[in-house]
């Protein structure tokens, strides 16, 4: 019997390759969606891997769809935090709107996923928690305040709670994409993509696919000893 997995955001883009690449690697794997029924009916139709719907920024319902997973599936051992959106504006003209939207999405989620299955990692002695971050939370990007803030945000979650955890068998990691090929870039210009490509040294966007594999790289039990870092790909175009 596999070990189980929850990927948030894991019916679409790097989420769902993440999911896809898991259960391939012998992972029981649960997929969490927010919104797009039909996109998490035609994965979950594709996948066979069971979906749940719920809204990653809100706490109560976090608590109640890990539940159902943990009933259905059985106990987390890994948790992919990858739910998040985009909401871009010049911080002159962001709404607090924009700004709260982001800020709940991608950084709130985070905990709110986290902290229910927290306790039962460490009295289980094994778990592995791998949050995705972004080059933008490394290094900035103009006009994305507000995801830039909770990608960092991230980073420093990541590096506390594996300090915190790390003698409990559990490893806390996070990956930080570059520019990846999926519908988050769908609407940007020929010129903007051009624009981007030309920034990338090895001269193309990334593919879900090769972000998955470092999940699943970062999930395994033999890579106990990582713990507290930032995986960053990006084909080059940040380093630090």
């Known amino acids: ?34 919104g797009n029924d039909e996109a998490a009916k035609a994965f979950n139709k594709e996948t066979k891997i069971p979906v749940f719907k719920w809204d990653v920024g809100d706490y109560a319902a976090s608590e109640q769809g890990i539940v159902n997973v943990e009933n259905e ?38 905990f709110n996923q986290t902290r229910p299955v927290i306790n039962g990692m460490r009295e289980r002695g094994f778990g592995r928690i791998i949050n995705i971050s972004s080059i933008n939370g490394q290094k900035g990007q103009l006009g994305l305040t507000n995801y830039c803030a ?36 769908a609407g940007v210009s020929d010129e903007v993509m051009k624009s981007i490509v030309s920034q990338i ?8 696919e090769e972000v998955a594999r470092c999940v699943v790289f970062l999930a395994a039990d033999e890579s106990s000893w990582i713990t507290g870092s930032t995986l960053t790909i990006n084909g080059g175009q940040f380093m630090d």
């Open 1 to 34: 019997m596999g070990r189980v997995a929850l990927v948030t955001g894991g019916t679409r883009g790097i989420g769902a390759a993440v999911a896809k690449a898991l259960k391939t690697a012998g992972y029981n794997v649960a997929a969490n969606y927010g």
């Open 73 to 110: 599936v059985g106990p987390i051992e890994v948790l992919v935090n990858n739910a998040g959106i985009s909401r871009d504006a010049m911080l002159q003209k962001m709404t607090h709107e924009q700004w709260e939207q982001v800020i709940r999405t991608d950084l709130d989620s985070v």
């Open 150 to 185: 909770a990608k960092a945000g991230l980073i420093g979650f990541t590096r506390a709670l594996a300090l915190e955890s790390a003698r409990k068998g559990i490893t806390v990691n996070a990956i930080a994409p570059g520019y990846v090929k999926t519908e988050l870039l």
């Open 201 to 208: 040294p090895v001269g193309r966007l990334g593919e879900a």
